[in-house]
């Protein structure tokens, strides 16, 4: 079965740096497109990033657009989200999810993780 | 980007009855790549609906969706207690720009 298992989150100063992982398995993850979705504390949903299945192309929502970098290692079966200058509106449960057509560029999330919370403060 | 406005923001129903939660688009979404997401308290959302009208595995019958356009609908025919939750639309054709509605929070009358 499919499982996504999120880790790296924790409670960060504003201005530091921190890395979210994302396990795969159950699936062939070479061949998925995989985005990070946040949700701050009682609030919606924002998507995040977007990593294409071969890691040849990402993209950004503007609020996180040059300091968050979104990195995948097939080898492994690993998505990772590289977040630098953090600040308190990062503040929030991280998912990971997984596009539910492979190789395409406009999908659906089919899986997601059961998150990781991400606290921004001093 | 696209805007996607839900309404109502909460809908107070009794089981057994039918759910029509909205989700307005503040500009065409391509090909309706329009999806549906159920969420619960502590847990990750669960796609619903995709293309706007197509269930995704496993999901009951009495959930359907209609729409293209600007307009969608998330019909729940039949409420049963499990329903009762947080539902999001979201669109996915003005790739990379993935965007999502603020939610319809379900509740029990």
């Known amino acids: 079965q499919v499982q996504l298992v999120e880790s790296g989150g924790g409670v960060v100063q504003p201005g530091r740096s921190l890395r979210l992982s994302c396990a795969a398995s159950?699936?062939?993850?070479?061949?998925?497109?995989m985005h990070w979705v946040r949700q701050a504390p009682g609030k919606g949903l924002e998507w995040v990033a977007i990593?294409?299945?071969?890691?040849?192309?990402?993209y950004y929502a503007d609020s996180v657009k040059g300091r968050f970098t979104i990195s995948r290692d097939n080898s492994k079966s690993t998505l990772y989200l590289q977040m630098n200058s953090l600040r308190a509106d990062d503040t929030a449960v991280y998912y990971c999810a997984k596009d539910r057509h492979p190789r395409r560029s406009y999908s659906p999330f089919d899986y997601w993780g059961q998150g990781t919370l991400v606290t921004v403060s001093s | 980007e696209i805007v996607l406005t839900q309404s109502p923001g909460t809908l107070s129903l009794s089981p057994g009855e039918r759910a029509t939660l909205s989700c307005r688009a503040s500009?065409?979404?391509?090909?309706?790549?329009l999806a549906w997401y159920q969420q619960k308290p502590g847990q990750p959302p669960r796609l619903l609906l995709y293309?706007?009208?197509s269930r995704a595995t496993g999901i009951p019958d009495r959930f359907s969706g209609s729409g293209s356009g600007t307009d969608f609908t998330l019909t729940i025919t039949r409420l049963e207690p499990e329903d009762f939750a947080v539902y999001y639309c979201?669109?996915?054709?003005?790739?990379?720009?993935?965007?999502f509605g603020q939610g319809t929070r379900l509740e029990i009358k």
């Open positions: 979201q669109q996915y054709g003005s790739s990379p720009a993935i965007t």
């Open positions: 293309g706007a009208s």
């Open positions: 500009q065409s979404v391509s090909s309706s790549y």
């Open positions: 159950g699936f062939t993850f070479s061949t998925y497109g």
């Open positions: 990593i294409s299945y071969d890691g040849s192309n990402e």
